[in-house]
């Protein structure tokens, strides 16, 4: 996704990495058993973020966690109301999760729509001991009672603004910009 | 009987005295008195002034269908005798196949009772050629037409039997009355609801091959060959029956036919869609057998326009295409439709084609109609060749409005018709503007 | 025939409000079809069969035609968007006791149904039907004309196997004249760059195919030698019954795709069949449940590319979305 110009960095390569780094070491205090953690990554970005999540916490932690990915385009609560459909990704969980600590990983946290639908979806694939939410940017703008557990950093956005999370496997780089909202056709 | 009208300020064009040329029309007790420039009608003539339109002698379609005894709430005899003098026919050939069919001397009476009282073209029934319609036992011939049949024929089914078809086109001799037949090889059609081709592969629908028509074509004319009697070929839709006809009548045979406007103007392509507007039988074929249509009337092979005016109720016809009847009317579009496919095109002169309606039915069937000689039927067409208007079914006068041609821009328009010197059918005012001048229809007083 | 786009119509590859046809569509389409199949194939791998999207909406199957295998494909499709499904079939509904299509259509419509699933005997219903209601409707076979989802099936299904469908040689075999599948099959593979013959007897082969850019074959053995795809075509008693064909054994012998006949092809070679089968006559079993065989695979496949139609065309409308934002504030 190209980011205009008049994007302002929030958080460049190293922030964002350091944020990372912060966000496994929040996990690996709160979960004494590193061997029931699941990390999900939400389409599409926060599969990225949560394989990187993994990488840091085996370095930290020296066991090895499974990621998956979920899409939630199916479970949206608005698909009534959307326009074009979107293109529907694949669901991948390495692993029954019936038991596990499940932590759904996601870019931006900002209506917790997204984050109801994960929780809805996981609830077909089985019965999590837990699950939490681990959220690289808090944007504020709550329509549902969701909070994260793990949260990077918070930032404010004023109306016509965004926050755009970029990953290397998608965007080329890593980073956290604000930019324009952009027009919808 | 009324007054005598004089018609005046017209373009008399009557082809069967090679007449074209401004002039008027004396009309007396129901009959011609004069005809051409300077005619002076007596005082208490009526006088209508039609303002340079066409002057013609009316119409006659020898093919159409009204729905009564049995299915009136397509047409009745009195809604299709209004809707022919609408479309400028004097005289119209009902066939028989309603129901029941008019295939005895009382059915046939019934009609022609109707046909006099409905103040509309002349009615003349077609009877029965075989009982039922059944295709097995010829009818009482002699009796029909001694109660004022025509013609006889099984139109809507094929006279299958080659036996009987030969005995009809002998026994038909004594009457002086042809055989009409609606030539479909059935165990080839077979079920066929428009034209075999690709547009019926790629709809999906089953079809009837040109075989279908052209097989017992040649078939029916090698029997009129053999019998010397008049066979006269329904509603050709196929170049290959097209010849047939064509060597038949160079072998001498005496075998006449006819074409629909319909089939002049469309192809098979009309389907698309499913549109039941476009299903009748024969069906709509091929742009090459369409042309071959058109070169046949041009050169006679073809002798008459027809329409096969076949009413059916839109609700009938609002279903899926397989379960919709087949048919359309064309009385009321007959004119516009000639004149947009053979004068637009070039083919045909005005005079042709008023030959084609009026004048060469009469001579084929030995009508005394379809002519302004002095001493014929008042039977009289007033059209506009020149004025372009769009078919709006809702005006139609025919009792039903199943037409292919809704919306389309036809070319030529029916102003008024008498019968028998009697104003039958007069376009409302409104509906079309005159041209400038004096108002064309102008009450008492002499010229 | 142009896409209707009074309800839905929304979708990015823009079908409109119904599906009855593949005629009328773009490549473009037909792949953005398949692809959004992908994904519904996993979810019939879960455990629980289920995504919420569809929740809410009722479809109606009307099958005025008899078939079990396509109403149950058609019908696990919608359980597993969530779905409430209505099943109307021919006998004992309504129409059966002489309520004509548009009465039928005008009920639906009363009814405020979302989508209609329709099977039906005359070719050009489903377009009847979707001219007439705002619900979106899918044809699931009409008369002789077209069977969308399963030709769909059947491409998703070959180019799975053989990774693209753009220049595979595909011959269709058996009953082309009375078939609606090969038709849409036909529309299909010529939209998206396939080769395309059609090989039967004479009597089965309907008049001006070559027009439509088909190949005839004469003999199967020719068929075999061409194709990378031989598609097999049920062989309905009816027509011999009608005397299209002497007899079924005659038609096996001379058009039946059988081992032997399979053996000599030159290269690989996929068989597929729409179903439902009759072994020994068009087919023969050890042909059907051998290496060649694709058959299972489309039934499969047949469930999440009917998950995929229904799923592109339902709801959502950006208008719809605009209004209920205006709602909200």
């Keep these: 996704m190209p980011v205009a110009s008049e994007a302002e960095v929030l958080l460049d390569e190293e922030q964002t990495d350091a944020t990372l780094k912060d966000l496994a070491r929040q996990l690996l205090e709160r979960e004494p058993d590193p061997a029931e953690l699941l990390l ?24 090895a966690i499974p990621t998956g990915s979920l899409d939630i385009t199916l479970y949206r609560d608005d698909f009534g109301q959307i326009g074009p459909k979107p293109v529907i990704g694949s669901t991948e969980l390495p692993v029954e999760i019936t038991g596990l600590h499940v932590v759904i990983v996601d870019d931006v946290l900002h209506t917790g729509r997204t984050t109801r639908a994960a929780l809805n979806e996981l609830s077909d694939f089985g019965r999590p001991r837990k699950i939490e939410l681990c959220t690289l940017v808090d944007r504020g703008g709550r329509e549902l009672p969701i909070q994260p557990d793990y949260l990077g950093c918070r930032f404010e956005v004023a109306p016509g603004e965004e926050i755009a999370v970029s990953v290397p496997s998608i965007d080329g780089e890593l980073s956290v910009r604000r930019v324009p909202v952009e027009r919808k056709k | 009987m009324s007054r005598p009208v004089l018609i005046t300020g017209g373009r008399l064009l009557d082809p069967s005295q090679e007449l074209d040329g401004p002039g008027a029309l004396l009309i007396r007790d129901g009959r011609i008195e004069a005809c051409g420039r300077d005619i002076v009608g007596p005082d208490d003539a009526e006088v209508v002034d039609v303002d340079g339109l066409v002057i013609a002698p009316g119409f006659i379609d020898v093919h159409v269908h009204f729905r009564e005894p049995g299915d009136e709430h397509k047409e009745t005899i009195e809604s299709g005798a209004r809707s022919a003098a609408a479309g400028g026919f004097t005289t119209v050939w009902t066939m028989p196949n309603t129901d029941p069919p008019i295939d005895d001397p009382a059915a046939v009476g019934f009609v022609r009772a109707a046909g006099e009282r409905a103040g509309g073209a002349r009615v003349y029934p077609v009877g029965a050629a075989s009982r039922g319609l059944q295709g097995e036992k010829m009818t009482e011939v002699g009796e029909l037409v001694a109660a004022g049949a025509v013609a ?3 139109d809507g089914n094929p006279i299958w039997n080659a036996g009987l078809l030969r005995r009809l086109l002998e026994y038909t001799q004594t009457f002086d009355i042809p055989v009409l037949q609606h030539a479909e090889d059935t165990g080839l059609s077979c079920g066929g609801v428009m034209n075999e081709g690709k547009v019926a592969t790629a709809l999906g629908l089953r079809g009837a091959p040109n075989a279908a028509e052209s097989g017992m074509v040649a078939r029916d004319c090698y029997i009129a060959e053999l019998t010397g009697g008049h066979l006269h070929v329904c509603h050709v839709s196929t170049r290959e029956a097209v010849e047939q006809v064509r060597r038949a009548k160079e072998c001498g045979a005496h075998v006449t036919a006819e074409v629909t406007p319909h089939h002049l103007a469309l192809t098979e392509d009309a389907v698309h869609g499913y549109r039941t507007e476009a299903k009748m039988n024969p069906p ?37 295409f397989d379960d919709a009847p087949f048919g359309v009317v064309g009385l009321e579009t007959a004119l516009g439709v000639a004149m947009l496919e053979l004068v637009g095109s070039g083919r045909l002169s005005l005079g042709a084609v008023v030959d084609r309606l009026s004048c060469a039915p009469a001579r084929i069937m030995g009508l005394d109609v379809g002519t302004l000689r002095p001493g014929a039927r008042g039977d009289i067409v007033v059209f506009d060749p020149a004025e372009r208007w769009t078919v709006d079914a809702s005006t139609f006068m025919s009792g039903s ?33 005159f041209r400038e001048g004096a108002p064309p229809y102008v009450g008492q007083g002499s010229v | 025939m142009t896409a209707n786009t009074t309800n839905g119509g929304a979708d ?11 005629q009328q569509l ?12 992908e994904p519904f194939k996993e979810i019939s791998e879960r455990r629980i069969k289920k995504v919420p999207v569809l929740r809410g909406k009722t479809i109606v199957n009307l099958f005025l035609e008899p078939s079990t295998r396509t109403r149950i494909s058609f019908e696990f499709a919608e359980k597993r968007l969530s779905a409430d499904t209505v099943n109307i079939a021919s006998s004992g509904s309504s129409v059966e006791k002489g309520e004509s ?12 149904i979302d989508m209609v699933v329709i099977r039906h005997g005359s070719s050009g219903a489903a377009q009847f039907l979707a001219d007439r209601i705002p619900s979106n409707v899918i044809n699931a076979g009409d008369g002789q004309h077209e069977h969308p989802t399963q030709a769909l099936l059947d491409l998703l299904t070959i180019r799975d196997r053989l990774g693209s469908i753009a220049g595979r040689r595909v011959c269709i075999v058996g009953d082309v004249r009375h078939s609606r599948v090969a038709r849409s099959d036909i529309w299909g593979l010529m939209r998206c760059g396939a080769e395309v013959a059609v090989c039967g007897p004479k009597t089965l082969i309907p008049m001006g195919i070559e027009e439509l850019g088909v190949t005839v074959l004469s003999r199967v053995e020719e068929a075999i030698e061409w194709a990378e795809v031989l598609y097999v075509l049920r062989l309905q008693l009816e027509r011999m019954d009608a005397g299209f064909v002497p007899s079924l054994r005659e038609y096996n012998r001379f058009f039946g795709v059988s081992r032997e006949r399979l053996e000599r092809a030159p290269g690989d070679i996929a068989v597929l069949h729409p179903g439902p089968m009759n072994r020994g006559v068009e087919i023969d079993s050890d042909v059907a449940d051998g290496p060649w065989s694709l058959i299972l695979p489309q039934v499969t496949n047949g469930v999440a590319v009917r998950m995929a139609v229904l799923y592109l065309l339902a709801g959502g409308s950006p208008e719809r979305a605009e209004s209920a934002k205006e709602a909200r504030e």
């Design chain 3, 101 to 112: 299509l548009v009465d039928t259509a005008r009920n639906l419509e009363a009814m405020r």
């Design chain 2, 401 to 433: 409005r199943n037409t292919p041609f809704v919306g389309k821009e036809l070319v030529g328009r029916v102003r008024a018709t008498w019968v028998a010197g009697e104003r039958r059918y007069e376009l409302p005012r409104e509906a079309s503007p």
């Design chain 3, 26 to 37: 773009t490549c473009e389409q037909i792949e953005g079809i398949l692809d959004t199949a």
């Design chain 2, 284 to 320: 709509l074929r091929t742009e090459e057998d369409r042309q071959s249509l058109l070169d046949a009337l041009v050169d006679g092979t073809i002798d008459v326009i027809a329409t096969d005016h076949a009413p059916h109720h839109y609700e009938e016809k609002e279903r899926e």
């Design chain 2, 152 to 154: 006889v024929s099984d």
């Design chain 1, 40 to 63: 999900v990554g939400i389409r599409r970005r926060g599969v990225e973020l949560a394989e990187r999540l993994a990488t840091e916490v085996e370095a930290q932690g020296g066991v």
């Design chain 3, 12 to 22: 990015g590859l823009g079908l409109g409000k119904d599906l009855t046809g593949l």
